[in-house]
């Protein structure tokens, strides 16, 4: 089998699945990747092959990398081959990273220097739900009840919907930019100049607002999110109920905000000042 007929078919496979474009494109990109180092084709790829490959590109790459890379050509070969290469490769530990999470002033800072309007818009409403940015750039019109306050994330990550809250600081802005797409005719809440948002105009405008803001630490889309979920634990709402905010299935996910929280720390009081109290 030629590598492109390897490539469509795999392709085929993970749309039957229905995973999502994120992890097609990063699935066949893998795979590509392996199949152009090797210049073999893909019945003549062996284990040592790939252990090769790892060796060559991956030894500084994060876990997060490594394990990705294994599960695309897992997936690949199980699929279109009905054999597993990866079966004897030993996967690193995933890092437990602490996030970088902005405060709340830092948050206020970054979005008053945004100038533009929609885009003061975009990254408040980034914030405000705790949304990804890819559920931002495809989130449309009819997703968003403003006489309740509610919107809607539509097949998100891991294909689940969820709802999510509007602030009422945001009602009005919305209002105005759901008038103006639907002036155009657009369907999508937020589009780009003559053509769908992307996820990379949403980077560059974070990215701006973070430098003009002075902000020193690293900030992008998912920044924010962080710093969504962060506040909340700190304003005293239940881990159980920012995990459904968040979407995330597995309450394990959202634990790691509770070892960031700096503000719960500080209100943590050590037993021994209770011991010279009078």
Same mark, same amino acid.
């Given at each position: 089998?030629?590598?492109?007929?390897?490539?469509?078919?795999?392709?085929?496979?993970?749309?039957?699945?229905?995973?999502?474009?994120?992890?097609?494109?990063?699935?066949?990109?893998?795979?590509?990747?392996?199949?152009?180092?090797?210049?073999?084709?893909?019945?003549?790829?062996?284990?040592?092959?790939?252990?090769?490959?790892?060796?060559?590109?991956?030894?500084?790459?994060?876990?997060?990398?490594?394990?990705?890379?294994?599960?695309?050509?897992?997936?690949?070969?199980?699929?279109?081959?009905?054999?597993?290469?990866?079966?004897?490769?030993?996967?690193?530990?995933?890092? !437990?990273?602490?996030?970088?999470? =902005?405060? /709340?002033?830092?948050? @206020?800072?970054? &979005?008053?220097?945004?100038?533009? +309007?929609?885009?003061?818009?975009?990254?408040?409403?980034?914030?405000?739900?705790?949304?990804?940015?890819?559920?931002?750039?495809?989130?449309?019109?009819?997703?968003?009840?403003?006489?309740?306050?509610?919107?809607?994330?539509?097949?998100?990550?891991?294909?689940?919907?969820?709802?999510?809250?509007?602030?009422?600081?945001?009602?009005?802005?919305?209002?105005?930019?759901?008038?103006?797409?639907?002036?155009?005719?657009?369907?999508?809440?937020?589009?780009?100049?003559?053509? !769908?948002?992307?996820?990379?105009? =949403?980077? /560059?405008?974070?990215? @701006?607002?973070? &430098?003009?803001?002075?902000?020193? +630490?690293?900030?992008?889309?998912?920044?924010?999110?962080?710093?969504?979920?962060?506040?909340?634990?700190?304003?005293?709402?239940?881990?159980?109920?920012?995990?459904?905010?968040?979407?995330?299935?597995?309450?394990?996910?959202?634990?790691?905000?509770?070892?960031?929280?700096?503000?719960?720390?500080?209100?943590?009081?050590?037993?021994?000042?209770?011991?010279?109290?009078?």
């Amino acid at each position: 089998m030629e590598k492109i007929e390897f490539l469509r078919k795999l392709e085929v496979e993970l749309k039957i699945i229905k995973y999502s474009p994120h992890t097609l494109k990063n699935y066949i990109k893998s795979n590509k990747k392996l199949l152009e180092f090797t210049k073999k084709d893909p019945e003549e790829i062996t284990t040592d092959d790939i252990k090769t490959y790892m060796a060559e590109y991956l030894s500084n790459k994060a876990s997060s990398s490594i394990i990705l890379f294994l599960a695309s050509l897992k997936f690949a070969y199980k699929n279109v081959l009905n054999k597993d290469l990866t079966l004897n490769i030993n996967r690193p530990k995933k890092e !437990k990273k602490i996030p970088v999470v =902005l405060t /709340k002033e830092e948050v @206020k800072r970054l &979005i008053d220097s945004i100038e533009n +309007k929609k885009s003061k818009l975009m990254v408040s409403l980034m914030y405000a739900a705790g949304l990804r940015v890819s559920e931002l750039v495809n989130l449309k019109i009819n997703a968003l009840n403003l006489d309740e306050a509610i919107g809607l994330v539509f097949q998100g990550k891991g294909r689940k919907d969820r709802d999510f809250r509007l602030p009422s600081f945001l009602i009005n802005d919305l209002k105005e930019q759901i008038e103006n797409q639907k002036k155009v005719k657009e369907d999508y809440l937020f589009t780009g100049y003559n053509s !769908k948002l992307t996820t990379r105009n =949403l980077q /560059k405008i974070v990215n @701006k607002a973070a &430098i003009n803001a002075g902000i020193k +630490k690293s900030v992008h889309c998912h920044t924010l999110r962080h710093s969504y979920a962060t506040h909340l634990l700190e304003n005293g709402t239940d881990i159980r109920i920012i995990q459904e905010l968040l979407g995330h299935s597995d309450l394990n996910t959202t634990q790691i905000y509770s070892h960031i929280s700096k503000e719960q720390i500080k209100k943590v009081k050590s037993p021994f000042d209770s011991l010279y109290e009078k």
